[in-house]
């Protein structure tokens, strides 16, 4: 059998129907049903919702290149990173979160990118769209240009990938666990070890509509900032991090936090939280206490923006300019969606 040059490796746990999207949109591109280059592998957490059911008919349509497994128990969503990528035949092996769709044409791109590094085999990572970059790759050559270009972005694990070589000669990959943040753990070591990495900004995965307007559920504070920036101090203290990225790095990440708090996107912290998870990387710096009127202004402005009573002829002001400005110009299809846009949220006040 054929050795496919990409795995597309799901880690799943009981989104049966955000998966269904997500398995439509891969299964109908063309460079899956056309070559042998690609597969996709599951590995179910010990789903208690239609997973089993929807993996085990797709598995039977594609039998050579759709790999189903459950765990006979919830191992957790870090371990089961690995397991996933353990069972993978490809070269290459990508996450892929539950919740995304890909884009046309994404998959037949990415096996490209495989292909032409498959004798190098640097670190690859997708960012997905996350930055406004006009080049559409970019080298980086050391750790400080890695974090300074993607950020925090690597904790997201759609982003990441990993050859079959380098996983195979990685005997402790979920190290980090305990810390949510496997795939940052990896990338870090991997780039460390003098790993170049080539970044690609266009977007393959969008997340599916409906899963982008849930919450985030877990704790951001504790995984998001102090754990994140936990796995960079030990390179910073070795001198394989300048302490000039590092604080960049610090600045951005609070900026983000404060962005997507203020947004309702990530729950209130709690009492007590800031103080440790926050603090302890931040006490000292006159920046953080730079952003907290920041912070409060653009809570309350958020807050305010959501009464009934100000969001509803608000949204309807900005539905009815952009109507306007559809039908007076139709062949902007921006307008059309943005009135889309504002018509759905009227809808939902």
């Not at 006009?134 to 890695?146: S, T």
Request: hydrophobic share 40%; proline share 3%.
């Amino acid at each position: 059998m054929t050795k496919p040059l990409l795995s597309i490796c799901i880690p799943t746990y009981n989104r049966a129907n955000f998966l269904e999207i997500a398995l439509a949109s891969l299964v109908s591109q063309k460079a899956f049903l056309d070559t042998e280059e690609i597969e996709i592998v599951i590995s179910d957490n010990a789903s208690t919702d239609g997973t089993r059911r929807l993996c085990e008919t797709h598995a039977g349509k594609f039998p050579s290149k759709f790999h189903y497994h459950r765990n006979a128990e919830n191992i957790g969503g870090d371990l089961n990173f690995e397991k996933v990528i353990s069972l993978a035949r490809g070269h290459y092996a990508e996450l892929y979160n539950d919740y995304l769709y890909a884009v046309d044409g994404s998959l037949g791109e990415m096996t490209h990118f495989v292909q032409e590094n498959l004798q190098e085999k640097p670190v690859l990572f997708f960012l997905q769209g996350r930055l406004n970059k006009k080049e559409n790759k970019h080298l980086c050559a050391n750790l400080d240009e890695f974090v300074d270009y993607v950020s925090f972005r690597t904790t997201w694990i759609g982003g990441f990938g990993i050859w079959r070589q380098d996983f195979d000669a990685m005997t402790d990959f979920s190290r980090y666990s305990k810390g949510l943040l496997v795939q940052t753990d990896v990338l870090l070591r991997l780039v460390c070890a003098g790993k170049p990495a080539w970044i690609y900004a266009k977007e393959y995965f969008k997340n599916i509509p409906t899963y982008t307007k849930t919450k985030v559920s877990w704790n951001n504070m504790r995984v998001s900032c102090y754990n994140y920036l936990s796995l960079l101090l030990p390179y910073v203290r070795s001198g394989q991090l300048s302490r000039s990225t590092y604080r960049s790095e610090k600045k951005k990440l609070l900026r983000i936090l404060i962005r997507v708090w203020a947004q309702k996107r990530i729950d209130i912290p709690e009492k007590g939280e800031i103080a440790k998870y926050v603090l302890p990387f931040y006490r000292r710096d006159w920046f953080f206490y730079a952003l907290l009127p920041y912070a409060a202004f653009a809570f309350f402005k958020n807050r305010l923006m959501d009464a009934s009573f100000i969001a509803v002829p608000l949204t309807k002001l900005k539905m009815n300019v952009y109507g306007y400005l559809s039908a007076k110009f139709p062949h902007k299809t921006s307008y059309a969606k943005k009135y889309q846009k504002y018509q759905n949220r009227l809808q939902n006040l």
